[in-house]
């Protein structure tokens, strides 16, 4: 630590700081894509306690079926998507490329596959509200296929980030990688 008062070293006049070391720039992108998928990490966990809660309170007959309706078809396979979420946690603290891997590629079967059935599994009932009014099934009052519409429109947009971020930090990863080699 250095201070503002007290003797300054011979021959320095604080101008001389150009050859110290610095982080290598993919460490530093490295730091803060793992903060950003580890944030929507988060995200992602409480958009799938929210369909597992859906499922587990209608299946379980917790409350009566007029309060939360039963789930539609495609939030059974989306309740997989806690393994590429989990493949992801235990890749960032390592650095581990296949854990990372392994994540994107089950991202796609087990989150985006699923929202995109989930969106063609719903439209009729979608349009029927929309043209008719008429809803046949409800969450709290809502009409289901609103609020389950709603939670895609969120889930595509933290599923979208997570793949973008972690195919960047795949790429800072194969870079800091190559690096060695070269060394």
């Known amino acids: 630590m250095t201070s503002r008062v007290g003797p300054r070293a011979e021959g320095t006049n604080g101008t001389n700081f150009k050859h110290r070391e610095k982080v290598a720039p993919h460490y530093q992108m ?64 390592k650095n581990n490329i296949s854990y990372l891997v392994i994540s994107m590629i089950s991202a796609g079967l087990f989150t985006v596959a699923p929202l995109i059935y989930g969106g063609m599994e719903m439209f009729p009932v979608a349009q029927q509200l929309y043209r008719h009014g008429k809803a046949y099934r409800f969450i709290f009052g809502f009409s289901a296929v609103t609020v389950m519409y709603l939670i895609m429109v969120v889930a595509v947009q933290v599923h979208a980030w997570q793949l973008y971020y972690m195919k960047k930090l795949l790429d800072s990863w194969f870079s800091a990688t190559e690096e060695k080699k070269k060394k």
């Open 30 to 93: 490295s730091a803060s894509l793992k903060s950003e998928v580890r944030k929507l990490n988060l995200v992602h966990l409480l958009i799938w306690l929210l369909v597992a809660a859906q499922v587990t309170v209608s299946h379980l007959n917790l409350v009566s079926h007029d309060t939360v309706s039963m789930p539609y078809q495609w939030e059974y396979p989306y309740l997989l998507s806690l393994l590429p979420l989990l493949c992801s946690s235990l890749s960032l603290p």
